[in-house]
Structure formats: structure tokens, C-alpha cells
């Protein structure tokens, strides 16, 4: 009997066990420091630098979120006084600090009780009277005249830096991250450049502007104070969420993005930009105002999660923390110091018109973090360059490979059978096996991942409200055992050496196609977003390359072919496990049965192996096939894995782990930190009418992407962790589909809004939400008890309103007055009947202890005009083609009296020259309890996973009726 080689142990072999631990050390170890990053904030300073005070900062943060703020309530008024004081003690302070220092800065504080404008969003208008506070701390190398004293008084130099927050609130909202952290950053900021050696060589302005959250029109009333011609580049800090890390959001172009690569703990990704252009996120932030309106280049950097808090009560220190405010103040600190520090002619001269300047507009950006530690920007033409050189070298290279193993008789992709010494004899390869299995195995679990999607759609649609990641471990279990089982099956019926090879090259071409349409897109739109495609794609090609390079250990095909000769046995043990192949197969007789046993007999003659469907017999090879590590006659060969392919036997065992690292890294890192940054962003939008459809579907997409690497090796995993993966799929899958998606700590977001008809008395108040959770919570409001409680849709939610008690925004109950003086309106017929084409008329309106009101049409009229107000065409347009149905009015004083007059169009007809619609007055105050005892009911017997945010700027809207004719 001929000796046989022992099979070799190797740690790093390409068998089960080595296999199924490091592929799962690898994921585990790299994902785990994402989730932590993701949800753990670096620890703030015991001491704070040179020039910041933390501890000021949290005290100053308290005392802004004391109570709710919006532009349209009295708390408002004492926050702004409030700020005016903290710049002067902050300013004085630093003057005292730095008497002695000739660099002291000087400081100039505007507040801004006159500037105002009047633009048109869409179809709607607006009227804005602004209460902006604004710092300006001129830098070393600016001019030194008072120039905005002058009547069209213009800077000269190189400009400046602009950093902005809102210090206004909804009403339902103290404003903790929305946007309190960014308001006390504002005022560190200031104390931070006028401390001794921070003084800035460009100037800094720092705008605290108010009435943010009612359609940007602080920002956009800033635009008419003289120092906004003086800053080109901005930062924006905001809040889209209520906590957690600070991330860069959005950013115009490359120069600006590479200051806030100083940051300490940089975090966002260029592909969050992505998202606010396609809508999935339904707010937005002054970085459009600065950037699109002013033609400004900066950045925007926001909170983002949890957004259940958002807008809601639960919007204050409680639920934040220091170390929230430490990663803004310190990104800003970094930014801004870059900014002001810089000597470049990047930014030098006047903007000129949206995202311009004399030196050309900003180039384009590829950035994102790496561990919330590292920061990486680079161009988009360098994305561009890179994507369209990988796009032809690698599939280049590849051909080559496969041309030069052509060319010495290595290529056994494809290869069915070979000639034996150019005889009428073949031999059996099976090159062909495995070729069709990575779009089945691709398919069937990414097609699994979608199907729950949908099916937890139908179901239980709010569950990734609260449990993401009970929906993420369902998808991932789903997909890791979906893959095995069907691998393993396959690999049990047609055991193939070339599955890998076959598998990557699959990848490869699907990662190609993918990055061809990146590329498309980049170019064409300048869209960054599909950055990692790039390095997605270069790492599968290295790892098929590699795979092409293996071929190169293989004998000869016509070598190997050699070595069988007509009357020897024929090795059919490596064939099919189901359908083992017969002697014609490979060239050759099937050995008599009947033969005698001789020295060279296998011990194994004397009973034929056989698997559950096999039809032929299975033989070893004879003695005289045993060189370069071939199977002899008693035993397969060792080198050659379960039934696979005789020839693999010299294939490389330890390259697999090259090729995991090879894409397994990238692939994580990359991706994995985009898949937990979508689902903090997205999974609790479907409250605020965004399609849930579209969050599972996100998970489903990044499942896939994660975990695709796994195919090329998955056929040698053990069953442990696919057995476990398929318990816990269960598990959550049950989960998922009956648990409540809704706690104390992520609370559904029900939308509040009060409208009186103040000439009918009519008083419904209302409760807007997703179906059927909005209906089960007005069950437990108790004056909605009993009453006929009627619900509309609108848009993606649905209304439901009821009776509501009587509000008392106007007066005590005891001294209010008639409900037709809550609103006060006057309309004159102003045309002559000269213009033939046009009707003109004035409306007068006020409303007692507001000062914001509504003028809405039941048809569009064409232009309108405020008495008094700024109006900027070019950059702020208040006229539209389609016209405008409603003008919002918003005064800066109490109980104003606006003056508007209107135009619209000659109809047509008897009522061509009707205009008729409602004048309405809004209330936004409820810090004091019966003011509003509608919203106080809501807030006290609402149960637990509630939240009651605002639906509209008033939370109590009163109306009177108009008709013009």
C-alpha cells in the first residue's frame, strides 16, 4: 500500500473552521468600533482650553432652554435682551483680560431692530421685521473704517468669516440642540477671539439671528444689514436631531471642507449632502440661504439623532449632555480658526451671485470621516480621474491574466474537458461548475432582505421607529444564513474548486457596472455620494486578481491530461456528489467489477461507495498518479478539498485570507459607518411623513452591500453560526412583527394645531399623526371623550380633530374680549378701473398679543406689497409665475398693524372681479399653563409614547373671513 501525505493544519487554511472564526473576528471586529462610535460621544475636557469655558457654556445653555422660545412669544424677547448682556459681560471680560495686548481686537455689536424684507417661497409670501443680534470682531488685515456707517459703504480686502446659529425655539421645543448648543458655541466663539493671542486676521462675524424656524427668515433678513457684504465663507451650526454627535452636513466645496479637517473628532460624510438633495430628510437649515441666496461658500454642521426628541420637549439639557456641546464648540473652534487664520486669495473679493466669487467657485468635494477620528477630502476630479482609471485598467489587467493563462494551458475557467495527447480521449475538468452561483446565492438573499421590507411595511411599518436594530439583526441573519444554506447545497451537489474565482469575478463585474454609473454621475452632476463604489470596486479586483494569479499553480491542463491513459482507472470520487461521473466523462472504461485483486487493489474494493443518488462507481486513482500530490490509489489526495476537482489539489490555501482583507476592510469601514449614519437619520422620518417604505429598503441596501464580501467564502463555514443566525432571525422576525414600536424614549410625534373661527365660534382642535396610533392617543384626552372625532388625510398622515376647550391667548378668561377682536382686518377697493388687466386693494390687519399674522386666497393673486418694507429682487424674488395664495406677516413689535396691498388678475366672467379668502391671526406662546388648555390636556393625559410637537408657525390660529367684490 503506497503512503499518503498528511493533510496539513493550518490556522490560515482554506477549510471550515479557520474560515467560519476569522471572517467573523474580521466583521466583528471592525463593526463593533463603529456601533460605539456611533453611539458613544468623546468625553469633553476636565479643562477647557485656552480661551473657552465649558462650564460657562452649560450654565449659558440652561438658561437659554428655560422655557419655549419662537420668534412669535415673549420669552422670546427676554432671551434676546438675555444674549445682549452675555456679549457685553463676555466682551468686557476680554477687554479687561487683554488690556495690555495691543493685538486686542476690536468689536462692534449690531442689534438689528431695522432691517426687513419681504421674498416669496413657492406660492407662498412673506413679511419679516428681524431682531438679529450681530458681532463683528475685526481681523488684523481688515479695513479699519467704520465702512457700514457709510450710506452704500462696501469693505474692501479679503472679506471675512461668518458663523451662525438661531437662538429662537419652536414652540413646542426649549431648543437644547435646536438650537441652543449652536448659540452658546456663537457666544464661546466671541469670548474665544477676543481673549489675548486669538485675535483673527480676517474678520469674524457672528450672527445670532431669530425666526429660523419659520422659513429661514432670520437668515434671510440678515441679508439687509450692511455687514453681510463682508463675510465669503460661513459656518453654520444647527440641529436636525436633539444629540449625539455634531456632523458636517453639507459643505459647498473643497477649500472650506479642509478647515474643519482640524477638528479633533470629525464626523459626516459627503454622502448626508446626497440625502438633503433627494429629500428624504423634510427640513432644512440658514446653509441654504447663506450658500444659495448670498453666494456664500461654508459648511453646515448639525445634530442629527435622535430625531423622536426633535421639535418636542424632550429638546433640553436632560436628554444632551456636555460632551454633545464639547463636539460642536470644538469643531467650530478648529473651523473657524482655519477660516480667520487663512491667507489665501481663495475667498478674496465680493460675492457675485449664488456659490460665486471673483476667484471662481469652490471646487467640488469628495470628504468623509474615518472612526470619527480621521478626516478625508479630496477633489471630485481626483474621484473622477481615479474611478475612470480603475474602470479601464482593471478590467484590462484582468484580460491580460486570462490571455497569458490561455497561452501556457492554465486556464480552467470554462474548461469542460481536455484531449489526452491529442488521442480521441478526453478528460473530465468540470471548469464550468460554479460559474451561475453567485447571481443565485446574490439574488435569493438580497431578494430575502426586500421581502421583509415590504412585509414589515404591511405589518408593523413604525417598528424601526424605535428598534433599528432589531431590524437591522433581522436582515443580516436573514441574508448570512440565506447565502450559507443555498451555498452549502450547492456545494453539496456540485462541489466545485473554482467557486471563489467564479464569485469574485461576479463582484467584480456587478461592483464595475455600479461604478461605470458613479461615474456617470459624477461627472454629469458633480455627485460625490457614490465615493466608496470606487474603493469598493479596487478591492474586489485585487482579490480576483489574485484569484486569476492562483491559476498560475496549476499544472498544465494537457500535463494533468497526460497523466490518464486509456485502461486506467478514473478518479470519479471527485466528481458530483449526487451524479458522480461516469468512465466517459473523463476519456475512459469504467475497470471491470469482475477484475481480480491484486497488490493495487484499493482496500476499499470490497464495497462500493456510493452516495444517496450516485449511478456509477466511484474508483481512486491507480498507483502510477501520484506524483505532484495527486491521490493515490488507497486514499484521495489530502490537498484536495471533500469532492472538489482532482487538479485543485496544488491551488494556494492561504491566499483566501489576502482576499478577505483585501475587501472585507473596506467594505465595513466605509459602508458600514454610511449604513448606521442613514439609519440614525432616516428611521424615525416616517412620523413626520416621509415613506417607511424607503428606511427598510436603505437597511435591505446596505445588508447586501456589507455583506456580499461573504459569498466568495461562505461554502466553508461551519453550521454553528449560520444555525445560530437562523434562531435569531426567528426571534426578531416575531419581534419585528407584533412589538409596540413606540416607548418613553422614542416617542411618536403628534402634531398639534388649534383653529378658531372667530365669526362662527366654531373651536376644533387637532392632533396630526400616522394612522392608527394618532386615533389610539386622543382616546385618552378626556374633553375628545365621547365626541364625534373626524379624520382627514393630508398628504402621507392624517388629521383628526374634535372640539377643543376655548384657548386664552388673548386675555384671562374672565377679561377676554369678543372673539371677532381677536383679529382685526380693513379692505379698500384700491383700483379705478383704468387697468384693464388687473384689480388692486389694501388690506389693513392686527391681532391682539401677537405679532404674526396670515393673509391666505382662495385664489392666487399676482403681486403684493408691504408698507415699509426692504425689497431685494435678485437675490430674494417675491413674485412667481403661478402666483401667490398666502402672505405671512411677522413684526418684530406687539399688536402691529400691517398695511398690504395686493393685485391679482381680471377673470373672466361675473366674479372675475372677486377675491375672497381669511385673515388670520397666529398665537405660538403656551410657557404659561392655561393659555392654551387644549395643548395642556395633550401634554398631561397623553399616554407615555407621545410627543406633541407644532404643526404649523401658531399653535392657535384664529381666522375671520374676507370677500372682495
Known sequence: MAPTKARRCSPFAFNRWPVTVITTLVYVALLAPLIVIEHVLPAAPETAPDGLDIDEAWRDLQHLTGGFHPYNSRRNDEVRSWLLRRIDEIVLESSREGVMDESQPEVFVFDDVQSNLTFSQSDLGVYFEGTNIIVYIRGSEDDKTNWWERPDGRPSGKGGVLVSAHYDSVSTGYGATDDGVGVVTCLQLIRYFTSPGHAPRKGLVVLLNNGE????????????????????????????????????????????????????????????????????????????????????????????????????????????????????????????????????????????????????????????????????????????????????????????????????????????????????????????????????????????????????????????????????????????????????????????????????????????????????????????????????????????????????????????????????RRASSYGSRLLTPSADEIGGSVPNEEEEPSESTSLLRGGQRTTFANYTRVDDLDDNITEGGYPSQERRDPNVYGYEQPWSARLPKWTWLLQLLLIAPIVIILIGQ?????TAALHQTSQDGSPVLTVYLVIAGFTTLLFTPLIPFIHRYTYHIPTFLFLVFIGTLIYNLVAFPFSSSNRLKLFFLQEVDLDTGVNRASLTGVPPYVSDAIKWIPSAADQNVTCAWQADRVKCSWDGLAPHVVGSASEEPPLQDWVSYNVTRTDDGSNKHRHQARFQITGLNTRACVLSFDSPISRFRVAGSAVDEQRFPTTFPAGTREIRLWSRTWENTWTVDVEWERREGSEGSELSGKATCLWSDSNSRGVIPALDEIRQYSPDWVAVTKLASGLVEGSRSFRIS
Open 213 to 568: 424656524e419659520d422659513f429661514l427668515n432670520g437668515a434671510r433678513v440678515y441679508s439687509q444689514h450692511p455687514i453681510s457684504k463682508f463675510p465669503h465663507t460661513f459656518l453654520n451650526l444647527e440641529g436636525a436631531g436633539a444629540g449625539g454627535r455634531a456632523t458636517l452636513f453639507r459643505s459647498s466645496d473643497l477649500e472650506v471642507t479642509r478647515f474643519y479637517e482640524r477638528s479633533e473628532h470629525p464626523f459626516g460624510s459627503v454622502l448626508s449632502d446626497a440625502g438633503f438633495q433627494a429629500g428624504l430628510i423634510r427640513s432644512q437649515t440658514d446653509y441654504i440661504v447663506f450658500e444659495g441666496n448670498l453666494g456664500l461658500r461654508g459648511l453646515d454642521v448639525a445634530f442629527m439623532e435622535p430625531r423622536a426628541r426633535y421639535h418636542t420637549d424632550q429638546d433640553d439639557t436632560r436628554h444632551t449632555n456636555r460632551d454633545s456641546l464639547w463636539h460642536m464648540l470644538s469643531a467650530a473652534v478648529a473651523t473657524t480658526e482655519g477660516l480667520v487664520s487663512d491667507s489665501s486669495d481663495d475667498f478674496e473679493g465680493e460675492p457675485q451671485g449664488p456659490g460665486k466669487v471673483p476667484s471662481g467657485k469652490g471646487t467640488r468635494a469628495v470628504w468623509f470621516d474615518l472612526f470619527g477620528s480621521t478626516f478625508a477630502v479630496f477633489e471630485l476630479h481626483t474621484l473622477f480621474a481615479l474611478s475612470v482609471t480603475l474602470l479601464i485598467v482593471a478590467p484590462l489587467t484582468l484580460l491580460i491574466t486570462s490571455i497569458v493563462l490561455s497561452n501556457v494551458d492554465r486556464m480552467y475557467l470554462f474548461s469542460i474537458s481536455v484531449w489526452i495527447d491529442e488521442g480521441d480521449e478526453k478528460v473530465s475538468l468540470r471548469g464550468v461548475r460554479g460559474f451561475f452561483r453567485f447571481p443565485f446565492l446574490f439574488g435569493c438573499s438580497a431578494a430575502a432582505t426586500v421581502a421583509l421590507a415590504f412585509l414589515l411595511t404591511k405589518i408593523n411599518p413604525q417598528i424601526v421607529h424605535s428598534s433599528e436594530y432589531a431590524v437591522w439583526t433581522m436582515m443580516i441573519s436573514a441574508w448570512v444564513f440565506i447565502a450559507w444554506f443555498l451555498s452549502r447545497v450547492a456545494n453539496f451537489a456540485r462541489p466545485s474548486a473554482l467557486h471563489r474565482i467564479y464569485t469574485l469575478t461576479w463582484m467584480f463585474v456587478l461592483t464595475w457596472v455600479l461604478l461605470v454609473v458613479a461615474t456617470v454621475y459624477e461627472n454629469r452632476d458633480g455627485l460625490a455620494a457614490g465615493y466608496f463604489i470606487l474603493f469598493y470596486t479596487f478591492g474586489t479586483f485585487l482579490a480576483t486578481w489574485i484569484s486569476y494569479l492562483e491559476l498560475f499553480a496549476l499544472p498544465r491542463k494537457s500535463e494533468y491530461a497526460s497523466r490518464f491513459r486509456r485502461g486506467s
Open 674 to 678: 454610511l449604513a448606521l449614519t442613514a
